[in-house]
């Protein structure tokens, strides 16, 4: 008799055909081996944004891909990874998860949320895109902007954190919201601005780089510990090579996208970085948000 496989049902709020999306089936899946039935629900076919990592904690749900802002929901030291300019690339997200920092997020994973962490996932960086010809050169002018952000106090902080007016909404939502004027603009990193067609109804793209855009892989820890160590291995290294793929492709695609959507009509700029940095330092700072951060965690991670 054949030996039943291991049923890995993952969701996550994109699309198919998006890098991070090819990467896990056609990469991550082939990797794991025959003994393993990769499941992915793209797009939030499956589940509601926001409700997976409950999902994964109640069994229902093997795998998924989430921003740190959902895994701060449950457990606040992870608000870091997402305030606005920590991250300050892709290689330093790497650098983060390689080194005893991003084990001390596993371990806290681990025995806050059930939950095993495999590997980081690079998104690209989050610029503000948005309607209108005003001129975005610093916070400041961000002020009355009803800019989409996720649901969750992290990422509506985010938002009030580079000037602008967070309004929560689901990422399937964006596309209307700007089309009907519910919201003046949103944020992601560009390839999800062309994935999802946001350039048809916004005017200008301000390359504010706020945030590094990022998911982390994970499966509840009573599937990963169930596995035999070798295959716990296998598993992180397949998560590995699939996300080191999808990465080449993300800075690629920002390279290029730059051009696209000024050939569409967009203005696409440069404002004054180091005023935005300042700013949400400040708020930051001066926020309730930045007391869950561990202690001495954001020297580390700025040594890196």
Do not use: C
Request: aromatic share 10%.
């Amino acid at each position: 008799m054949a030996l039943a496989k291991t049923a890995l049902r993952f969701a996550d709020v994109t699309t198919a055909d998006a890098p991070r999306s090819q990467a896990l089936v056609n990469i991550f899946a082939k990797e794991l081996g025959s003994e393993y039935e990769f499941q992915p629900y793209f797009g939030s076919t499956l589940l509601k944004q926001g409700t997976e990592l409950v999902a994964v904690q109640r069994g229902n749900l093997e795998m998924a891909l989430l921003p740190p802002s959902d895994f701060a929901k449950q457990a606040p030291e992870f608000d870091i990874l997402g305030a606005a300019y920590v991250v300050r690339d892709a290689a330093h997200l790497q650098s983060i998860f390689e080194s005893d920092v991003g084990e001390a997020f596993r371990k806290i994973a681990r025995e806050k949320l059930r939950v095993e962490i495999l590997a980081p996932a690079y998104y690209g960086a989050r610029h503000v895109n948005l309607k209108g010809d005003k001129k975005i050169m610093k916070p400041e002018d961000l002020s009355g902007v009803k800019m989409r952000m996720p649901g969750g106090e992290s990422w509506q902080f985010l938002g009030k954190a580079i000037g602008a007016n967070p309004i929560a909404m689901d990422y399937a939502e964006v596309y209307t919201g700007l089309q009907t004027g519910a919201i003046d603009a949103q944020d992601n990193p560009l390839p999800n601005d062309k994935l999802m067609k946001f350039y048809e109804v916004t005017d200008q793209i301000v390359l504010t780089g706020h945030n590094v855009g990022f998911g982390l892989l994970l499966i509840g820890s009573s599937v990963f510990d169930a596995l035999p160590e070798q295959e716990q291995k296998r598993m992180r290294e397949a998560a590995r090579k699939a996300f080191a793929w999808s990465t080449g492709e993300y800075l690629k695609q920002e390279k290029e996208l730059v051009g696209f959507f000024q050939e569409q009509g967009l203005d696409v700029y440069e404002p004054d970085l180091e005023a935005f940095r300042a700013y949400a330092q400040k708020q930051y700072t001066e926020s309730p948000l930045s007391s869950s951060w561990p202690s001495g965690i954001l020297d580390k991670i700025n040594a890196l």
